[in-house]
C-alpha cells in the first residue's frame, strides 16, 4: 500500500468494553431486549464482568462481531464472498486499505490497533511540499475539526474535572437516528461519553516506562493544549483542547463504541511517527 499508493493516513486504537457493552452480555447468555433497552433492568455491573469472566469466547466474539461491523458500515470495507474488497464511502471517505492488529490487555481485555490508508491522501513528498501551504494546512485543519475532537463544550482546564462524569457508560444503546431531536441528543451522547471514556490518567502498569532516566507516558500525555485545531508546516498537529488530559475521539465512532478509542493523523510529524514505528515494530502499545 505504501509503495503504490501513500503512507497510511489515520492511526486508531479501540478500546471496546466487553464487561461495559450490552451485546457481550446477550452473546453471554443474558436475556436482555435490546431494542427496548433499560439499563437499571440488569444484569448489574459485578455481575457483567463475572458473565465476561467466565465466558472468554462471547467477549472474543463480542469484540470480532463489533469490530467486522464498525470495519463495514463505518470505514465502509467489505470483504465479499470471493475474497475481494468491496468499498463504499465511510466516516472518513473511502478507505484503500488497512492493517490491524489486535492486542489483549493484562485482563483478557482485546483492543485493536489499525492504520487506515484514504483513498487520494498525499505521498510523503507531496505531503512535505503541501505543508507549507497555509490553504492545505486549513484544509486538515478542517478535517482534524470534523473527525478528530478533543474537547468538550463548555468545559474549561479549571472546571474539568468538576463536570459531573457517568459511571457504567457503556451498558447502553447508541441514540437512534430515526428517532426525532437526533442531533442534540447525539451531541448530548458524545459529551456525554467523551467525560466517561477519554480522559487518560498515566498508571504504573499501563502507560509509564522510564526514558533517559525520566518517568514518561508511552502515550504522551499530557497532550498540548490549544483554542482550535491546528497544523504546522513540520506535520504537527492537533485538535482543540483545553483539558490536557483529555484523548481524542472520533464523533460518528463514540456514537457507535461508546468506549475508549483514539483517533490521530498520520503526518510527517513526530507523535505520528513514534505511533507508527510503535505499530510496525515489536513493543507493545
Ligand atoms: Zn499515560
Known sequence: MTNRFNPPSVWATINLSDTGDPIAQVLAGEEIDLDHFVAMAGPMSNARAKNIARDPFAAAEFFHTTIRIVLE???????????????????????????????????????????????GAPTPRMMREALHSARFREKMAAFIRANIRAH?????????????????????????????????????????????????????????????????????????????????????WGPKRVYPRLNAWNPPLIQVVRCNHDMKLVTNGADTKVRTLCFLGPVQC
Open 73 to 119: 458500515e463505518m470505514f465502509g470495507i467489505h470483504i465479499n464472498a470471493r475474497g475481494g474488497i468491496d468499498r463504499k464511502e465511510g466516516i472518513l471517505g473511502v478507505v484503500n486499505g488497512y492493517v490491524g492488529t489486535v492486542e489483549a490487555q493484562a485482563r483478557g481485555t482485546l483492543h485493536l490497533h489499525i492504520l487506515l490508508w484514504l483513498r
Open 152 to 236: 468538550i463544550d463548555g468545559t474549561t482546564r479549571e472546571n474539568f474535572l468538576s463536570t459531573p462524569k457517568q459511571f457504567n457508560i457503556a451498558y447502553s444503546r447508541p441514540e437512534d437516528p430515526r428517532l426525532p431531536d437526533y442531533p442534540r441528543r447525539a451531541a448530548e451522547a458524545e459529551r456525554r461519553i467523551a467525560r466517561a471514556v477519554q480522559t487518560h490518567d498515566c498508571k504504573t502498569h499501563t502507560c509509564l516506562k522510564l526514558k533517559k532516566g525520566r518517568v514518561v507516558c508511552k502515550r504522551r500525555a499530557p497532550w498540548p493544549t490549544a483554542d482550535d485545531a491546528w497544523v504546522h508546516e513540520n506535520g504537527d
